[in-house]
């Protein structure tokens, strides 16, 4: 089973500006996150960012933020708490008609709203906020593949039980690199060198 760029969306959970010096390898997991969201970008991934109580911990990386759709300021540690499924499965389009249309009966179905099944997931920190995010999405019955490399948490310990958990949970654990050469799928891709040049 791999990714797919036409089925997925990315979620980036709370890469904040006050939390980020405190993340066992922050550097590294921030320049992953970033990477994750300019490779989403060229392939069309819709990418969503999560903040978790920003008037304490403030916005999120401001280059990462940028490249994020929509933000969702929260103050649950689940975003899934705060309707970020709502942004993930967008509601059927409501159908149209008038006082002649045909009895409900003999209308067809509404189309339903294309979805992105496929949620690609990381943040910190790993064991809070990205681990109660990613099991409330599984358990909405999501598809959840985290990015371990653009996770964090302070310890190294916290953040290897978030992963055993998830994974236990259904959860498939990937990196960074393999998210984007599944999402390109081919040499061929026209974006294979940009996403090269981001990599390399």
């Given at each position: 089973?791999?990714?797919?760029?036409?089925e997925?969306?990315?979620?980036?959970v709370?890469?904040?500006?006050?939390?980020?010096?405190?993340?066992?390898?922050?550097?590294?997991?921030?320049?992953?996150?970033r990477?994750?969201?300019?490779?989403?970008?060229?392939?069309?991934v819709p990418?969503?960012g999560?903040?978790?109580?920003?008037?304490?911990?403030?916005?999120?990386?401001?280059?990462?933020?940028?490249?994020?759709?929509?933000?969702l300021?929260?103050?649950?540690?689940?975003?899934?708490e705060?309707?970020?499924?709502?942004?993930?499965r967008?509601?059927?389009?409501?159908q149209?008609?008038?006082?002649?249309?045909?009895p409900?009966?003999?209308?067809?179905?509404?189309?339903?709203?294309?979805?992105?099944?496929?949620?690609?997931?990381?943040?910190?920190?790993?064991?809070v906020?990205?681990?109660q995010?990613?099991?409330?999405l599984i358990?909405?019955?999501?598809?959840?593949?985290?990015?371990?490399?653009?996770?964090?948490?302070r310890?190294?310990?916290?953040?290897?039980?978030a992963?055993?958990?998830?994974?236990?949970?259904?959860?498939?654990?990937?990196?960074?690199?393999?998210?984007a050469?599944?999402?390109l799928?081919?040499?061929?891709?026209?974006?294979?060198?940009?996403?090269?040049?981001?990599?390399?």
């Amino acid at each position: 089973m791999l990714l797919d760029a036409t089925e997925s969306q990315l979620v980036l959970v709370d890469y904040q500006e006050r939390l980020m010096p405190a993340i066992h390898e922050g550097p590294a997991v921030l320049a992953n996150a970033r990477r994750l969201a300019e490779i989403a970008r060229m392939m069309d991934v819709p990418v969503w960012g999560t903040e978790q109580n920003p008037s304490r911990l403030g916005a999120n990386d401001a280059a990462l933020r940028a490249l994020c759709q929509k933000t969702l300021a929260k103050m649950h540690f689940s975003a899934a708490e705060e309707g970020l499924g709502e942004w993930l499965r967008p509601p059927a389009k409501p159908q149209g008609g008038n006082a002649r249309s045909l009895p409900k009966h003999l209308q067809k179905p509404a189309p339903l709203a294309a979805e992105r099944g496929t949620i690609v997931i990381a943040g910190c920190e790993a064991h809070v906020c990205l681990l109660q995010t990613a099991l409330d999405l599984i358990d909405d019955e999501f598809e959840v593949w985290v990015v371990t490399d653009a996770c964090g948490s302070r310890t190294e310990r916290n953040r290897d039980a978030a992963f055993d958990r998830l994974a236990g949970a259904g959860a498939e654990l990937v990196t960074t690199e393999m998210v984007a050469f599944e999402w390109l799928g081919s040499c061929e891709h026209p974006a294979f060198k940009d996403v090269l040049g981001l990599i390399k």
